[in-house]
């Protein structure tokens, strides 16, 4: 019970920060900055560069007073070879290809789901934002997720429910509720926990998303605009195959072949 009560503990600790402040910086920038100036129409997703900013050493204030920790530490903030980058590059490539061409599935295209929306809304940054936003938001998202989140799961339920129960809340507090939404953070949130688990460092997903996100505001700017379902199916399919391909190669050649579910130690 002691070992639950600590994880819940730190659990509540790590949504409270976040929350805590993503509603205050939303709400600020939102209500005094947004309207000073259409480059903020542009470039919404600023808010979310400012979220962490101030998230971030927020939690690691957070960590060192209470627990006397570093999160980086704790998140596995090492060097990872030139295979395990490669794998976790070629994953993300083929999430974010298989991302694209489902956007424009006809079906996803109506106000009947908010994929649109909000890949509208991320990519429609000039590139120097996005590019900002890239690196620092998954910096800190994985750090959250994968590093902090899943870490303090392992320590008190086997390793695949931690991974189940973190995806879960992955979609749901990413997209407060959406399902559709939060089923595709979900089963994003699913591969990138491999990712980290297999090769024990946070930097393998964070390598992955940022190739995933990286890939879809090159091709939402440049790409072709597919309207023949036919051709978007193949993508999909094609796609699929690419992911597949990287989670088996990322599987046989993951750090070591044994899972570690006590929680991450240094």
Not at 53 to 77: C, T
Not at 98 to 122: C, M
Not at 182 to 201: C, R
Not at 207 to 227: D, E, F, M, V
């Amino acid at each position: 019970m002691k070992r639950w009560g600590m994880a819940l503990g730190r659990v509540a600790l790590i949504i409270g920060i976040y929350f805590a402040w993503f509603f205050t910086v939303t709400t600020l920038f939102f209500d005094y900055v947004y309207p000073l100036s259409p480059w903020f129409e542009q470039n919404t997703v600023f808010v979310i560069i400012l979220n962490d900013i101030v998230g971030l050493p927020l939690m690691y204030i957070a960590f060192k007073l209470i627990y006397k920790q570093s999160i980086f530490k704790e998140a596995r903030f090492r060097k990872i070879n030139k295979k395990a980058v490669s794998y976790a590059f070629l994953i993300g490539l083929g999430a974010g290809l298989f991302t694209v061409a489902f956007s424009q599935l006809p079906i996803i295209l109506t106000d009947q789901y908010k994929f649109r929306e909000l890949f509208d809304y991320l990519n429609r940054a000039e590139w120097y934002v996005f590019f900002t936003f890239l690196i620092l938001g998954n910096i800190y998202k994985e750090t959250l997720f994968r590093g902090l989140l899943l870490n303090e799961f392992r320590k008190v339920v086997p390793l695949t429910v931690a991974i189940i129960v973190q995806g879960i809340l992955y979609g749901a507090l990413f997209f407060f509720g959406d399902i559709p939404l939060s089923l595709y953070g979900f089963l994003g949130a699913v591969i990138f926990a491999l990712l980290y688990v297999w090769f024990d460092s946070i930097w393998a997903p964070i390598t992955a998303q940022i190739a995933c996100q990286g890939l879809q505001y090159i091709l939402w700017h440049h790409g072709p605009k597919i309207t023949n379902v036919d051709y978007l199916y193949i993508i999909m399919a094609v796609s699929a195959l690419i992911i597949t391909i990287g989670i088996y190669l990322a599987n046989r050649h993951r750090r070591s072949p044994a899972i570690r579910e006590g929680g991450v130690h240094a």
